[in-house]
């Protein structure tokens, strides 16, 4: 069992991952598929005249700003944009790709936040009405019928708080809960670099391989979106996947170069 | 097993079908919702700027110009508003409800209109980039798992083509072909009307059965978004579904009510 998850940033292929993931699916390779949403709800809100916004948190962390009309366009971007895409690259490739969300029979359960601390011109203020969240609670019951079926789940976000609300969670850390929940052998983080480097940007200085004794090294090394990777690896370590590895999606054939030990492997 | 349609026009609450379904649910029926997509396409298509269009056949038919933008605008406004919206009551209710789009595990495969005849100030213009199309063939496998599972399926457009292209297509039809790929017992086609009336908008002139001997006169009936209806009972019954009825959607317990006969039945 293998879950990846794809990022969606530019220079990133669905067809390369989708010819990869049909490959390992005719080889018998039970494969969960997961992605986020992040570029094309920047592009679709921009389209909808709803300017994007991050929030700065006191501690450094920045995060878009999901208020209720970005939550409907965030669902718009998963759901419509991206997980169609996927689900179209794999069944034109024979796979029985099935798209699901968070939300589906609660398959992603977790907890809205109920305050952020947003820092704003030097001030701290707080934020309630916020849709964002985390996934704290996988139930595989789904995931394993459709696999059990031959299908091969594509899941996206939001997830579900415990009020019942879709809220925006990010597909990386959900993606580690969710490879904990399957009991995967492996979780597969591809986006636009090759991995966690030593140098953020040289793409030379990559660090090929992490013991779960340094990770806090390499959260030191992480910057920006690769913070919630190693996050997201972390969890899934601890929560007893044996194997996480950060790849790179822009070559062909990225989960399988992964799986061969391209990229920064956790174990 | 129940198929039901659900349609999306003003004065239709997500709100009592879903509760409706889930009472239904929780007794043990088999159900299986289906959805489309028009009015919130038509919402969506404004507020990004691509101001939607109709197309008139030779032969007086209406039916939305889905070129390529507008299929991914539909797309949008299927599985990211309205099937979001139906799962996402569903689950509140405790109902493990599953989303679906057509083109998952190749659901609803079709044929695009490869040539579309509008008449246009007087002239007939041939349209070929044309995204639409029709529902042929269900499979009923990937429903049967669900529902084995204990799930309730929510089936969004679009279908896949022949050449493995999203087609917008009319979801009272292919939720007639979904009745009769599961073998239902009963179909029902739920909108913001009580059922076919003799005379439209008069609700107090509605039909209250029809026998498959008088579908002529039923379809003579029809008026607008009533037409695909009334297509899709014929359809439904000749491909074995015993009893299908057009009930409105805007009362406390629709599902409930139209099994009781309230509506149009045909059989």
New interface residues.
Partial sequence: MIVVKIGGAAGISHDSLCADAAALVARGERLVIVHGGSDATTT?AR??GHEPQFITSPSGHSSRRTDPRTL?IF???????V??SL??GL??RGV??????G????LWRGTRKAAIRALEAGRTRIIRDDCSGSVEHVDP??LN??LD?G?TPVISPPG?SEA?E?INVDADRAAARTAAALRASTLCLLSNVPGLLRAYPDEESLVSSITIERLDEAESLAQGRMKNKVLAAREALLAGVPRVIIGDARVASPITRALEGAGTVFA
Same sequence: chains 1, 2.
Avoid: H
């Avoid at 669902?75 to 944009?81: K, S």
């Avoid at 029985?96 to 969300?101: D, E, F, H, L």
């Avoid at 939300?103 to 609660?106: F, L, P």
């Fill in positions: 679709l389209q909808l409907e669902q718009m971007a998963c759901r419509g944009v997980n169609q689900v179209l069944v034109r029985r790709a099935v798209g699901v969300s939300i589906d029979a609660s019951a789904l019928t459709l079926a299908c579900l019942n879709p």
